[in-house]
C-alpha cells in the first residue's frame, strides 16, 4: 500500500471508531427514578450530597417519591448520581440540581 492509501485508510478507521464510541456514549439517556423505601417512623428523608459518600456535604433532604432522573446505567459503590426533577414528566433541559443519593432508597419508574 502506498503512503496515500495508508492515510486514507486509517481516516476512515478513525471516522468509523469515532462515530461508534459518540453513539454509544449518547445512548443511555438517563432512567426515572422516585425516591422509595424510606422509614416512615424515622427521618423519612434521603440525603442528596455532593459526592458518593456519607463524607460528602449534604445539599438537599428528598422525600418519598421525589422524582430523579439518573445519569449512568449503573451506579458506584451503592451510589448513584442523580438529577432531581419537579415532576416524571419535566423536559431535558438542564439546571435541576445535581448530586448522589445511596441507590437503596430509589426505586426505577415503570411505566
Given at each position: 500500500?502506498?503512503?496515500?492509501a495508508l492515510?486514507?485508510?486509517?481516516?476512515?478507521?478513525?471516522?468509523?471508531?469515532?462515530?461508534?464510541?459518540?453513539?454509544?456514549?449518547?445512548?443511555?439517556?438517563?432512567?426515572?427514578?422516585?425516591?422509595?423505601?424510606?422509614n416512615p417512623?424515622?427521618?423519612?428523608?434521603?440525603s442528596l450530597?455532593?459526592?458518593?459518600?456519607?463524607?460528602?456535604?449534604?445539599?438537599?433532604?428528598?422525600?418519598?417519591?421525589?422524582?430523579?432522573?439518573?445519569?449512568?446505567?449503573?451506579?458506584?459503590?451503592?451510589?448513584?448520581?442523580?438529577?432531581?426533577?419537579?415532576?416524571?414528566?419535566?423536559?431535558?433541559?438542564?439546571?435541576?440540581?445535581?448530586?448522589?443519593?445511596?441507590?437503596?432508597?430509589?426505586?426505577?419508574?415503570?411505566?
Amino acid at each position: 500500500m502506498t503512503g496515500r492509501a495508508l492515510h486514507v485508510l486509517f481516516i476512515v478507521a478513525l471516522f468509523m471508531f469515532s462515530s461508534f464510541t459518540v453513539s454509544r456514549a449518547l445512548a443511555y439517556s438517563g432512567e426515572l427514578y422516585r425516591v422509595c423505601g424510606l422509614n416512615p417512623y424515622g427521618d423519612n428523608y434521603l440525603s442528596l450530597r455532593t459526592c458518593g459518600s456519607t463524607r460528602c456535604r449534604e445539599i438537599a433532604r428528598l422525600g418519598p417519591g421525589t422524582p430523579l432522573r439518573s445519569f449512568e446505567p449503573v451506579g458506584m459503590h451503592g451510589w448513584r448520581e442523580v438529577e432531581v426533577l419537579p415532576s416524571l414528566d419535566a423536559p431535558y433541559v438542564g439546571g435541576y440540581q445535581i448530586g448522589w443519593v445511596f441507590e437503596k432508597y430509589i426505586c426505577t419508574v415503570r411505566y
